[in-house]
């Protein structure tokens, strides 16, 4: 019913950038916030940042000053401009969405297939 694509991840060198997009379809009635989520190789999914409808922002203190979410209501789309990108940032990038698929009906999270990104020299 609904598709998250997510997409823009790569292998970049310490102190470049990457811009990750992820772009939902299918009958959405509603998306109340949406995120970015992270999982290195043996450790557990983190929290990147997330974004609300109306603008509003949070980030992992670890990833504060480098990255910024920002998203395009009208394309039910969320952008992950990634900075001054670190080792440890390597991980692999989860789009997230609360939908909701029907007035009234209830709100659910969606997960995109996630999106490799490498930060090394």
């Known amino acids: 019913q609904v598709r998250l694509v997510d997409s823009g991840g790569g292998l970049v060198q310490p102190g470049g950038s990457l811009r990750l997009s992820c772009a939902a379809s299918g009958s959405i009635f509603s998306i109340s916030a949406m995120g970015w989520y992270r999982q290195a190789s043996g450790k557990e999914r983190e929290l990147v940042a997330t974004?609300?409808?109306?603008?509003?922002?949070n980030y992992a203190n670890s990833v504060k000053g480098r990255f910024t979410i920002s998203r395009d209501n009208a394309e039910n789309t969320v952008y992950l401009q990634m900075n001054s990108l670190k080792p440890e940032d390597t991980a692999v990038y989860y789009c997230?969405?609360?939908?909701?698929?029907?007035?009234?009906?209830?709100?659910?999270?969606?997960w995109g297939q996630g999106t490799q990104v490498t930060v090394s020299s």
């Open positions: 974004i609300t409808g109306g603008g509003k922002t």
């Open positions: 997230n969405a609360i939908v909701t698929l029907r007035f009234g009906g209830p709100s659910y999270n969606d």
